[in-house]
């Protein structure tokens, strides 16, 4: 994608100013302030409708610039080497010189903190003066956007300014990974556990369904496209919408493919951009058939299941 530096710049001076802005990456796109701000950390959380127990991830442009905030430990080390930037948000100690504001942790002592891919989010950071804070541009509870359109559609005016960056390439919220003790997953998301395993060489426990829950990403309704949805559906309803994994042979105007051959990365990256399309086309709810529960599978599966708790 081409680089439009005056946009860039745009966002730049309203993010210096403590505004917010829209700002695309890989996986969605996401509301930004300057973390180190407490003005601008209460616009997200005012914006988004969001409860202010629920921190925000910050967003960096590489190691250097983290230095100051967070204590880097071995494990941290091996999977920053391997995927960032990419679609993986590490839990990590907050250092006491740390300058992020405590509206953005909710006073925590951690820090949740990402690397994204996306060149015009990069190129952005690489010549802020702070780490951007940046939930999901979405209003809380619903799915995330996609595109600036998605965005626009769940903010219309109360934003800023939408920093344009085409579609998201992942499609869903990263992976996020807990790493002051022993590896734990909490969110499953746009990496999946499988490689991030074959870099740390062990086994990493699943953890996003907790009694108390760290990341409200693991609250159990959440995605939801605002209309009931059912799973492992065989046999659908009447004024149901039909949700396949792939294309079938039956071409009926109710069923809609996340892929074309059961691609589950290709069916990961359609997933919101088709739950709100069928919301768009008028239907009132969703049957969902089987999804193969391995690899991205698991974390459709994990999003539709959160998604499928709204009433
Ligand atoms: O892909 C993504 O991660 C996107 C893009 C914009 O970067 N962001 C995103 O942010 O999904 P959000 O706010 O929608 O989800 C962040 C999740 C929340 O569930 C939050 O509770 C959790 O991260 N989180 C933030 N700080 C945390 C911390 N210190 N400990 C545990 N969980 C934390
Ligand atoms: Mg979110």
Redesign the pocket.
């Known amino acids: 994608m081409k680089i439009n530096l005056a946009n860039i710049k745009k966002a730049k001076n309203l993010l210096n100013n403590r505004e917010c802005v829209a700002i695309p990456?890989e996986?969605?796109?996401?509301i930004a302030g300057n973390a180190y701000s407490d003005t601008a950390c209460k616009k997200i959380f005012r914006l988004k409708k969001r409860p202010a127990n629920?921190?925000?991830?910050i967003?960096y442009y590489d190691l250097k610039k983290l230095e100051n905030d967070c204590d880097f430990n071995d494990n941290f080390l091996k999977l920053y080497k391997r995927f960032c930037p990419g679609?993986i948000?590490f839990?990590l100690n907050q250092k006491k010189t740390s300058k992020i504001s405590k509206i953005a942790?909710n006073k925590?002592n951690?820090?949740?903190v990402?690397f994204?891919k996306h060149p015009v989010t990069r190129n952005l950071l690489k010549y802020l003066k702070f780490p951007i804070a940046?939930?999901?541009?979405n209003i809380s509870s619903r799915i995330?956007a996609v595109t600036s359109s998605d965005v626009k559609e769940d903010f219309g005016k109360k934003i800023k300014y939408i920093l344009e960056g085409g579609r998201s390439s992942v499609g869903v919220?990263?992976t996020?990974i807990?790493l002051r003790n022993n590896p734990k997953i909490?969110?499953l998301?746009?990496l999946e556990v499988g490689i991030i395993q074959k870099i740390l060489k062990k086994k990493i426990s699943i953890n996003t369904n907790p009694s108390k829950i760290?990341?409200?990403?693991?609250s159990r309704i959440h995605y939801s496209p605002g209309i009931p949805i059912r799973l492992n559906v065989k046999t659908i309803k009447k004024n149901e919408a039909y949700l396949l994994i792939r294309k079938s042979k039956i071409n009926k105007m109710n069923h809609y493919f996340l892929s074309k051959k059961g691609n589950l990365k290709e069916a990961l990256k359609n997933l919101y951009t088709i739950l709100r399309k069928i919301k768009k086309d008028n239907y009132k709810s969703i049957a969902v058939g089987k999804i193969p529960h391995k690899g991205f599978g698991k974390t459709i599966n994990d999003r539709l299941l959160r998604a499928s708790k709204f009433k």
């Open positions: 990456t996986t969605v796109y996401g629920n921190p925000l991830i967003h679609p948000t839990i942790t925590k951690t820090l949740a990402r994204p940046a939930p999901s541009a995330s919220e990263s996020i807990d909490l969110r998301g746009g760290l990341a409200p990403g693991q």
